[in-house]
């Protein structure tokens, strides 16, 4: 029988089987490094995109906001403006009352009666003045309930006054404005 030797071959095979084996992990190691290097590199990537929107968009939030405190600083001069417009139509809306408050007040005084001062608070226009009789006084009070632009007249005060007259007395009375209606206010 031949003599045949199976060792070297056997040991040759473990020795290419050691080689794969070596060559795989080396292989395997050198992809999983490479993995984690690609890994890494996409991760820096997308960190740093994120970075760059995370700046974009903090850049236009500014911007924004600068441009939002321009509205509301814009906003609040408008509602100024507004507010100084209603002040001036209001002003300009009662222009005429004092003229027909006027007018009234003169329609109103009866002969023996004299207006010494007026003054208007709001809707109230407090009157003094002199008379010659108590009749006079209750006269005017009469003729400005019957007013269109007066009303609910009270009288405060009355005093003896020597200085005018035997019979004359001093006044105060006080008289709510009122506005008739629109067409009413327009034909006087």
């Known amino acids: 029988m031949a003599d045949i030797n199976l060792l070297p071959w056997r040991e040759a095979r473990r020795q290419r089987q050691r080689q794969y084996f070596l060559i795989g992990s080396v292989a ?7 993995a984690v290097w690609i890994w890494g590199s996409v991760v820096k990537a997308q960190i740093s995109d994120q970075t760059m929107r995370n700046e974009y968009l903090s850049k236009h939030i500014r911007m924004l906001d600068q441009e939002l405190s321009e509205i509301r600083d814009l906003q609040r001069k408008r509602n100024q403006l507004i507010e100084r417009m209603r002040v001036i139509q209001s002003l300009q809306g009662h222009r005429p009352v004092i003229v027909r408050l006027m007018d009234q007040l003169v329609r109103t005084v009866p002969d023996g009666v004299f207006y010494t ?32 632009w007066l009303e609910s007249s009270r009288l405060d005060a009355v005093q003896a006054a020597p ?11 006080t008289v709510n404005l009122q506005f008739p209606a629109q067409d009413e206010a327009l034909s006087l």
């Open 28 to 34: 395997t190691v050198v992809a999983a490094v490479l």
């Open 163 to 173: 200085d005018y007259g035997d019979h004359a007395m001093t006044f105060k009375l």
């Open 117 to 148: 001062s007026l003054e208007t608070r709001s809707q109230v226009v407090a009157i003094q003045g002199i008379a010659e009789s108590n009749n006079h006084v209750s006269r005017l009070m009469r003729q400005l309930d019957a007013s269109d």
